[in-house]
């Protein structure tokens, strides 16, 4: 089993629509967990940790599942400029070590 | 702005060739790591440093890498001999003071290997 998982997508969706990416993860052990973000030809960039409670940034809100080992991320109102590639992000048990998945592609369409 | 620079940003080399990538750092630093990314594979960890030093370079594919951290605003990574199977995007990227495991990314070396 691959330590991170996630569905490679592409999600096309129309402007305005909700879209939702699940990742789950192998390591029960991992403690951070995070969403990155990535343009086209572009490097990854951090969109928003994930919180054991659930977090909420805008129209983005992230969660948690520890006991199934999954994390999520919400996407509200999706605009044009959400298109991109989601990477799914956990470390490793020794500090430092992150583990991304490959990535859901998403493609926000007029 | 992660405070990392890379060069080249671009590099087309024949097989067999050496290859050097290099990671400048502009701004303070926690640890420093080099990631590859190809379509098949997704980003994968090569290696990374704690103050200068080697902690985990089981990510590098074979003895033709090798990478050095000499000071603590610079890096490299080296692949000799070159081969096909080696293209790629390599990023440096560096976790930084408070924000602990989160990590900012360079913009990349976009690696041909003919």
């Known amino acids: 089993r691959k330590e991170v998982e996630q569905d490679p997508g592409p999600f096309n969706v129309p402007e305005g629509a909700t879209v939702a990416f699940n990742c789950t993860y192998s390591n029960s052990a991992s403690q951070s967990f995070f969403w990155y973000r990535q343009d086209c030809r572009k490097e990854p960039k951090l969109l928003m940790s994930?919180?054991?409670s659930g977090n909420e940034d805008g129209r983005f809100t992230a969660q948690l599942n520890r006991a199934s080992q999954y994390i999520s991320l919400l996407i509200r109102d999706s605009k044009l400029s959400d298109s991109a590639t989601y990477l799914c992000v956990v470390n490793r048990r020794s500090q430092g070590n992150l583990i991304f998945g490959k990535g859901t592609k998403l493609s926000v369409k007029p | 702005d992660a405070g990392v620079i890379q060069s080249p940003r671009h590099e087309v080399t024949e097989m067999g060739q050496e290859v050097t990538l290099r990671c400048k750092l502009i701004s303070g630093h926690n640890s420093l790591f080099w990631y590859r990314q190809t379509m098949m594979r997704g980003l994968e960890l090569l290696i990374y440093?704690?103050?200068?030093?080697?902690?985990?370079d089981s990510g590098m594919p074979e003895d033709r890498f090798s990478a050095k951290m000499p000071n603590a605003s610079f890096s490299t990574l080296k692949i000799q001999p070159s081969e096909p199977r080696d293209s790629a995007v390599y990023f440096c990227?560096?976790?930084?003071?408070?924000?602990?495991?989160?990590?900012?990314f360079g913009e990349g070396s976009w690696l041909t290997v003919v």
């Open positions: 990227a560096i976790s930084r003071g408070s924000s602990g495991n989160t990590i900012y």
């Open positions: 994930v919180y054991s």
């Open positions: 440093f704690n103050n200068n030093v080697p902690i985990d």
